[in-house]
């Protein structure tokens, strides 16, 4: 399903959530060596990095949660960020989704690994942006995957070697294509968080939940997430 070869040392971005982690496992299984990066952002849903702790601890290697809470109060207007809009229900619609884009996180997100790539002198940064949040999320796209990885190039000039790169190998992949590779690695799906209400468990109905529900079904997994309303896929 994947055929990109992956450096020996890669700084990953781990969310907590079920993508990230996926690929977490997938370099792991690699035999790559993880610095792993979690950022609180003042997110709704910051129950997400108590999964990445747990993930982190599994793959073994350095992780960091970084403090970025101080700029929440820039990001307004996202029901992500902001408590004052609700995360929306349901499957995703164009209007829907766009609720929950927080301006420019994955560029800040990916500056801070950069970063500390270079610190670290790993030969890439790794997340997980795939197929399914093109249509609303401009930087999980294709064409700023690619305009990123230029500019990190040059931003970075005489201080990465000409080898490193941005990767996103899940960019062309479906959701359920991410939980038949977590399958195959087996990878502990009930140590993911997809909810962004953020509560003591799954909602189980905003478009995250939705999507993570359908991504096990089509994949025909068993989903081992605990919802509110007490069913899983």
């Keep these: ?62 992780h960091r949660v970084i403090d970025l809470s101080a ?8 029901s992500l960020t902001d408590a004052a809009v609700e995360v929306p229900d349901g499957h995703y619609t164009d209007l829907s989704m766009r609720m929950t884009v927080v301006p420019n996180r994955n560029a800040i997100m990916l500056d801070v ?30 064409a700023f995957l690619d305009a990123y990885r230029r500019m990190v190039l040059l931003a970075n000039e005489g201080f990465l070697t000409p080898q490193f790169t941005v990767l996103a190998p899940f960019i062309g992949l479906r959701k359920a294509d991410i939980v038949t590779l977590g399958a195959d690695l087996g990878v502990p799906f009930a140590d993911t968080w997809s909810c962004y209400k953020g509560a003591g468990m799954h909602c189980g109905t905003c478009g995250t939940c939705v999507e993570r529900r359908e991504a096990f079904q089509v994949a025909g997994v ?9 069913e899983g896929a």
Excluded: N, W
Aim: aromatic share 6%; hydrophobic share 40%.
């Design 1 to 62: 399903m994947l055929t990109e070869l992956m450096p020996e040392h890669v700084v990953l971005i781990l969310s907590g959530g079920l993508d990230s982690t996926v690929l977490g496992y997938r370099l792991r299984a690699d035999g790559t060596r993880l610095t792993m990066l979690s950022f609180d952002y003042g997110q709704r849903h910051r129950r997400e990095l108590e999964y990445a702790r747990r993930t982190a601890a599994k793959l073994t290697g350095t």
């Design 71 to 78: 700029i929440c109060g820039l990001l307004a207007g996202s």
């Design 113 to 142: 690994a950069v970063a500390q790539a270079v610190a670290v002198q790993a030969g890439a940064v790794a997340f997980g942006a795939h197929a399914g949040d093109h249509p609303i999320y401009p930087d999980c796209r294709p």
């Design 222 to 230: 068993t989903d081992p997430t605990d919802y509110v309303d007490g």
